[in-house]
């Protein structure tokens, strides 16, 4: 069966301990949540349907190894881990990010899953599904959009109260334009917290740039 595509693109991963690396990013179609932050809602319904030959024939004109599948939210899509599987078997480095409701355990094993968990701020808290992070392998990571100093204290008791992947797999990034990057190095650097931050590496590079970035 075709995936629904919303668009391939190259640029830099910016959103986990990749970042800074040249990356093909396949964006597919449709997502369960509306974030309040959400900075794709173009995504929510815009796409053409592509088969995973197709797919696999876009990334490889970009030639580069590191592949990430986003969304929207690319687990609604069933066809999504054979995307996956069949990226793995032309040798690339895949990620998936996904938005924290729907069960990673379908994933193939050497995948890299970036789970991103909705703080309060984001209204979308109480669809996540808090048993993936009882199924995260030694590879994957967490990510959480901090809004504001609500945000920020619920994402630390989620780090006291559940398993977390290793120190530099817990990503910690704030929501533009809500909050600072200086605002949350601080709170952490106070607090000690063992996580990354992750400043909004795309929007420093091409402020002009809505989408494709």
Request: overall charge neutral.
């Amino acid at each position: 069966m075709p995936l629904t595509v919303n668009e391939i693109f190259l640029s830099l991963q910016g959103e986990s301990s990749f970042a800074g690396l040249p990356c093909a990013f396949v964006r597919l179609t449709g997502c369960n949540l509306r974030c309040s932050y959400c900075d794709t809602t173009y995504a929510y319904e815009e796409g053409s349907s592509l088969s995973i030959r197709e797919i696999l024939d876009r990334v490889r004109t970009y030639g580069v190894p590191l592949v990430e599948v986003t969304g929207g939210e690319p687990l609604l899509q069933s066809e999504s881990p054979a995307l996956l599987r069949s990226l793995l078997g032309q040798g690339h480095t895949v990620l998936i990010e996904t938005n924290g409701s729907q069960d990673i355990r379908r994933l193939p094993e050497r995948c890299v899953c970036i789970l991103d968990l909705k703080c309060p701020s984001s209204g979308m808290t109480d669809r996540m599904d808090f048993g993936n992070l009882s199924a995260l392998r030694k590879q994957d990571e967490v990510k959480f959009v901090v809004q504001n100093r609500l945000d920020y204290d619920w994402a630390k008791g989620v780090l006291r109260q559940h398993p977390m992947p290793l120190p530099g797999k817990v990503l910690f990034s704030p929501a533009h334009p809500h909050l600072s990057g200086r605002d949350l190095a601080a709170w952490i650097l106070s607090d000690r917290l063992p996580v990354r931050l992750q400043v909004p590496m795309h929007r420093l590079l091409w402020p002009e740039a809505a989408r494709g970035r």
